[in-house]
């Protein structure tokens, strides 16, 4: 499956890849990450409650703000032409409200995107040579649209956050669950524990 899929030409890749996707069941998650489909495991409840978090926090920025930007959870992003042969699926992801039509399930860029890591994320695809989850930052950052990234961690009170700066990027990475977590462009601005806010982790800190 993979390796066929990773033979064909770019345009082809993403044709191919956009056909198999349409014909599998809705609650699947798939991604095409240096030119081989990979499937998403389900995500846990502790996973989707951080994302829930997450665009709601981002939804009453942008609301607030009136960006004309909309949170959602879970669009596939097209890379091309930043970046052939991948198409990410970012737990949540802020994008352009007037971009979404009827049907639309694929969209061409990002202003900010979200990846709650699991296990897998922290595995190498076959064929490369960097974790998953690193490979889907520099793609990330390769858009030029998009102005943020955040890469939040289950197991502990743990996020980083990449925004972009002139031509680079600046990282900061927040582990007190005091620490504020502003990101100006998206209207955010929270305590990093209001990220993980009725978790399992949340919760045994009491």
């Known amino acids: 499956m993979t390796a066929s899929a990773a033979e064909l030409a770019p345009l082809d890749l993403h044709q191919s890849f956009q056909d198999f996707v349409a014909a599998r069941p809705d609650e699947e998650r798939w991604e095409l990450v240096a030119g081989r489909f990979l499937m998403q495991a389900p995500s846990n409840i502790d996973h989707q409650i951080i ?21 959602v959870q879970n669009p596939a992003i097209d890379l091309r032409p930043a970046l052939e042969g991948h198409v990410y699926v970012p737990d ?24 709650i890591l699991s296990p897998s994320d922290r595995r190498r695809p076959a064929g490369t040579k960097s974790r998953k989850i ?15 990234v955040l890469l939040v961690e289950q197991r502990g009170f743990d996020v980083t956050l990449s925004e972009r700066a002139g031509s680079g990027w600046v990282r900061r990475r927040l582990t007190d669950p005091d620490d504020r977590l502003v990101i100006a462009s998206a209207g955010l601005e929270c305590r990093l524990d209001e990220v993980y806010a009725r978790t399992a982790l949340a919760r045994a800190r009491g």
């Open 134 to 148: 690193d490979v889907k930052l520099a793609g990330y950052e390769a858009l030029p649209m998009c102005e943020a």
């Open 92 to 115: 949540v992801a802020v994008i352009d409200a007037d971009a979404v039509e009827p049907g639309r399930n694929v969209m061409s860029a990002c202003f900010l995107a979200a990846e």
């Open 51 to 71: 994302a829930g978090n997450l665009d709601r926090l981002l939804t009453d920025g942008i609301e607030r703000l009136q960006l004309g930007r909309i949170s």
